[in-house]
């Protein structure tokens, strides 16, 4: 069994898709695998992933006949991983090269269901925002290097960044989880109601993880732009309080 099992959703992402894979498979920690789900991409991605494939048996290519979207091909990700703990990277994005190792020690540690972490964001006009900024960290307001454990029955969650790519999470809870498919902001319900089924979340400073921001992509603003962004929003709303009203959860558990 791997220790992280990365799971990499791709589509349209030929540009990018290779520093992506690159970050991964020069991981110090070895012992991981790398589910690179193929969401029937029109690009030149399949090539590359078989090129990758080929040099490092780490990586497992999956293709989907037809697109299921982000939410998809994730899900895909998780019946095929067989690590001890999953992190979904997006195919556009890179992490450090240390983080599975001082990710997967932190989660033995504590035993922890899942480790969240910070990330960095940068832009192609401005390359220089790759380096290191505490200004551009995704912080959340709950205490950090210390072990959070859940009690739903007297307390809430704090507010946390939703994106499903900055924790990993134990496997074996992931089997009772799934993103819905083919929908915009598709963590925006997933990731609030993942943390409220946990026991133990540890939460850290470091920035493991470069998220390439654009203005075509769905983060981007890709969705305000075509007027789509109000009506996914208000879908999760409505499905978040749907599943905690049957979980018996307050409504205030993300407050």
């Given at each position: 069994m791997a220790k992280i099992s990365i799971i990499i959703p791709v589509y349209n992402v030929e540009k990018y898709l290779r520093e992506c894979l690159d970050s991964c498979i020069t991981q110090t920690l070895r012992d991981i695998e790398i589910v690179c789900v193929n969401d029937a991409s029109p690009d030149n991605s399949s090539a590359i992933l078989d090129e990758y494939a080929k040099k490092d048996n780490r990586i497992k290519v999956i293709t989907h006949e037809k697109n299921l979207g982000l939410g998809g091909a994730r899900n895909?990700?998780?019946?095929?991983?067989?690590?001890?703990?999953?992190?979904?990277?997006?195919?556009?994005?890179?992490?450090?090269p240390h983080s599975c190792e001082i990710l997967y020690s932190y989660a033995k540690q504590k035993n922890a269901d899942i480790v969240r972490f910070n990330a960095i964001s940068f832009s192609e006009e401005n390359d220089n925002s790759r380096v290191y900024d505490d200004s551009k960290k995704y912080f959340c307001n709950w205490p950090y290097d210390r072990l959070i454990t859940i009690d739903r029955e007297k307390t809430?969650?704090?507010?946390?960044?939703?994106?499903?790519?900055?924790?990993?999470?134990?496997?074996?809870?992931l089997r009772s989880f799934s993103f819905r498919e083919k929908v915009y902001?598709?963590?925006?319900?997933?990731?609030?109601i993942l943390f409220s089924s946990v026991e133990k979340i540890y939460c850290i400073?470091?920035?493991?993880?470069?998220?390439?921001?654009?203005?075509?992509?769905?983060?981007?603003?890709?969705?305000?732009?075509?007027?789509?962004?109000?009506?996914?929003?208000?879908?999760?709303?409505?499905?978040?309080?749907?599943?905690?009203?049957?979980?018996?959860?307050?409504?205030?558990?993300?407050v």
């Open positions: 895909t990700g998780i019946s095929a991983a067989s690590g001890e703990y999953v992190w979904f990277v997006d195919s556009d994005d890179f992490i450090s809430g969650l704090p507010q946390t960044d939703v994106s499903a790519c900055i924790y990993i999470t134990k496997k074996g809870i902001h598709e963590d925006t319900d997933f990731t609030p400073t470091f920035a493991f993880y470069f998220r390439r921001r654009n203005q075509t992509s769905i983060t981007g603003g890709g969705t305000k732009k075509t007027g789509n962004w109000f009506p996914a929003i208000l879908k999760h709303v409505i499905q978040c309080l749907n599943l905690l009203s049957q979980k018996n959860c307050p409504e205030s558990i993300f």
